[in-house]
């Protein structure tokens, strides 16, 4: 498994303590299994305070990351590869064959799992067939129209999740404002974004989330597990 210095591997993590640790055992975990896996780590500087087995990491970007729940919408476009995939700091890479991640995109230029309504957080769902495409796993190329909108994706949180502005911007509930999938899901269903989107294939093997039943996984073992962190 060569390394592919166009290719790579992006986790963020900020505000709490527990993202960067669990980013620091999930990049372990994909050392162990794609040792040449080139991993960049965006995160604020106070987090680095006291976190060991850093040098997991190939590169750890902190200079403007905002302290924000959110942040990772801040940094996707700011991916130092030309292939990149995103990793919830949430998961644990289970299998070898995470070294193939970046042949899924093919002529995409992004591809998703997809969401379980039986495994959703009602709080954070909506009951749309487009609502489906799953923010924790995710791989993109670098062409100029989908970095504008992983920038608008940062944009829609940064700007409308206020309550009085979301209400007036958006015809959807608005428990839906503090939830990253939802301004995925408005982007995806409601704007001219001209990107050819898609999914993993057997995607619920490259996204198993807690409480996903065995059967998703179409006979074959897990390459991503998702144990999603609760606050």
């Given at each position: 498994?060569?390394?592919?210095?166009?290719?790579?591997?992006?986790?963020?993590?900020?505000?709490?303590?527990?993202?960067?640790?669990?980013?620091?055992?999930?990049?372990?975990?994909?050392?162990?299994?794609?040792?040449?896996?080139?991993?960049?780590?965006?995160?604020?500087?106070?987090?680095?305070?006291?976190?060991?087995?850093?040098?997991?990491?190939?590169?750890?970007?902190?200079?403007?990351?905002?302290?924000?729940?959110?942040?990772?919408?801040?940094?996707?476009?700011?991916?130092?590869?030309?292939?990149?995939?995103?990793?919830?700091?949430?998961?644990?890479?289970?299998?070898?064959?995470?070294?193939?991640?970046?042949?899924?995109?093919?002529?995409?230029?992004?591809?998703?799992?997809?969401?379980?309504?039986?495994?959703?957080?009602?709080?954070?769902?909506?009951?749309?067939?487009?609502?489906?495409?799953?923010?924790?796993?995710?791989?993109?190329?670098?062409?100029?129209?989908?970095?504008?909108f992983m920038?608008?994706?940062?944009?829609?949180?940064?700007?409308?999740?206020?309550?009085?502005?979301?209400?007036?911007?958006?015809?959807?509930?608005?428990?839906?404002k503090e939830?990253?999938?939802?301004?995925?899901?408005?982007?995806?269903?409601?704007?001219?974004?001209?990107?050819?989107?898609?999914?993993?294939?057997?995607?619920?093997?490259?996204?198993?989330?807690?409480?996903?039943?065995?059967?998703?996984?179409?006979?074959?073992?897990?390459?991503?597990?998702?144990?999603?962190?609760?606050?």
């Amino acid at each position: 498994m060569a390394r592919k210095p166009n290719n790579g591997f992006v986790y963020i993590a900020t505000v709490n303590k527990r993202y960067i640790l669990s980013a620091v055992n999930s990049a372990e975990t994909l050392r162990d299994h794609y040792p040449d896996a080139n991993i960049t780590l965006f995160t604020t500087p106070d987090m680095l305070d006291g976190v060991v087995d850093l040098e997991v990491f190939d590169t750890i970007i902190t200079d403007g990351v905002p302290a924000d729940k959110r942040a990772k919408l801040w940094a996707l476009d700011k991916t130092p590869y030309k292939t990149t995939a995103y990793l919830d700091a949430d998961t644990i890479v289970v299998s070898d064959e995470i070294s193939s991640i970046f042949d899924q995109l093919g002529d995409r230029d992004i591809i998703f799992t997809k969401i379980r309504k039986y495994n959703s957080n009602p709080k954070g769902f909506i009951d749309d067939p487009e609502y489906i495409r799953h923010g924790g796993v995710f791989v993109y190329n670098n062409k100029a129209k989908t970095l504008r909108f992983m920038q608008s994706w940062w944009n829609l949180w940064l700007t409308t999740r206020a309550t009085s502005v979301f209400v007036n911007t958006y015809d959807y509930p608005a428990k839906m404002k503090e939830w990253d999938q939802f301004y995925l899901f408005y982007l995806a269903k409601h704007t001219n974004h001209k990107l050819n989107l898609g999914f993993f294939d057997t995607d619920a093997r490259w996204n198993f989330v807690r409480g996903y039943l065995r059967s998703e996984l179409g006979g074959l073992p897990p390459i991503i597990e998702h144990y999603t962190i609760d606050f």
